[in-house]
């Protein structure tokens, strides 16, 4: 894929579109942070990348919401987006190059169209539902997946809240009529669903047969009216999903569409794997749209054990981590610390544990040592190598193999193993610098060319760090290049290719290099 060719498919990667019913918590700011890495680093491919992220707005969870809060739910969503949803993104460094709403006419007018194509193709039939419904899950539910409550009251598995009894006229969905395509779908591309758990419990749920799916609902009106029935407002569910494509140019600007569409990625959390793996691509098959080519579903942020919820009373919001550790520190830890894919407790001891070791005494100090010692001995400008030796060679041998480790893990969407892979690197490279002893070998003068070779190695190495780092901490790895004057030789990190980063002896001798202020400074002891 080039840059250079406006018709290139983009590399296009998308969040759910979270609920505006609170403020953000770690949660969900865990998947935005996921697609940003997974977007900078295509973009650093050289790939032409969008990347989406948004707000669901409609349906009964959100109105409710509205009204505890004594507001009209299209001001109650404007005022919560605009406070609260569109600045987090600034405060997680998200490099989103779209934000949807739902409520957006360029979504609402383009659901109402595609709602009624598959009406008038018969895919969509009136219907009476009587059943479970999960408000938090904004969910039909199966009778059988029910827990037992108090007084013989049923409960939500996943929220443990009383569902409610629906019966109502409605519209549905031939969903039933899409099990056998779904299963070859899976069958014929073994990635469709990611990681393996997540495929086997989709394959498994649609092995035992589906459901025609109920898509509108008319004991409440906020939502999107059905276009043949104006009686009636389309389900949540069925308008959220389609903000993938409507973001796209589905329905309005084909060139754009036909060149961001199919989505390489949707990342989402395993609480909604099955909209995305089952109902999605049965709604495309409908409509003759090419289906995603990946769902990937990740693990939960646990507090206590439970999901973290933005309703509940031990949400964190991502301010209160970022005004303490900082934004790079944030994404590092949340990527790094929880294997993606599977769930994963966040606790403040442990994130600063991991800041400490591997982000002070780790990437901070390796940085902060090697700038200064150039500045030391040789006044800033970066000796040339002469004397590359065994040890310098292990260190570019283990650089190569560290890229190519990160790239095969990111296109597994094992982003903990790739920031895992650098980080090992760092702590070669310290250690390298631990046995090299340079401040030893600066008081012999006829070392001077040993000396030269070190210091080259160690600054060689970390402009590689600062390249695999920047989809990652976009900030430090700014101030790393900044501080090995790399830009001036190199030319912009941004336009620096991962994929090239472990070719050895870019960084030229003869660099500027300057010590810059601590990377990761030592935290406050008592801040309150
Ligand atoms: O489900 N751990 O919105 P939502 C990890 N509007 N991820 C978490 C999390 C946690 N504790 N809490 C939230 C919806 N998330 C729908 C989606 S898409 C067409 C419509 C993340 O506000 C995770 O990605 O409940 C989860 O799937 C999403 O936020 C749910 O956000």
Known sequence: MSETSPAAKSFYVTTPIYYVTAAPSIGSAYTTVAGDMIARWHRQRGESVW????????????????????????????????????PVLDVIDASNDDFIRTTDERHTERVREFWQTLYDAGQVYEGTYEGPYCVACEEFKLPAELLDGADGQKLCPIHQRPVDQISESNYFFRLSEYADRLLALYEDNPTFVQPESARNEVIAFVKQGLDDLSITRSSFDWGIPVPWDEGHVLYVWIDALLNYATAAGYGTAP???????????????????????????????????????????????????????????????PSQVVDHFGSDAYRYYFLRAIAFGSDGSFSWEHMTAIYTSELANGLGNLTSRVTAMVCRYFDGVLPEATDHGPAEQALADQLAATVATAEAAVDRLALHEAIAATETYVGAVNHYLAEQEPWKVAKDDAARGRLATILFTAAESLRAVAVLHHAVMPKSSQQIWDALGAAAALGPLAEQRVGDAGRWGQLPAGVTITKGASLFPRLADNDD
């Open 255 to 317: 060139e754009t569409f036909a060149r961001t569409w199919p989505a390489d990625v949707h990342l989402v959390g395993r609480d909604i794997l099955r909209f995305h793996a089952v109902i999605w691509p049965a709604m495309l098959m409908a409509a003759g749209i090419d289906v995603p080519r990946q769902v990937f579903a990740h693990g939960w942020l646990l507090v206590g054990g439970q999901k973290m919820s933005k309703s509940k009373a031990t949400a964190i919001h």
């Open 51 to 86: 990347y989406l992220t948004g707000t669901d707005e409609h349906g009964q969870k959100v109105l409710q919401a509205a009204e505890e809060a004594g507001q009209s739910p299209q001001d109650f969503t404007d005022g919560l987006v605009a406070r609260e949803w569109q």
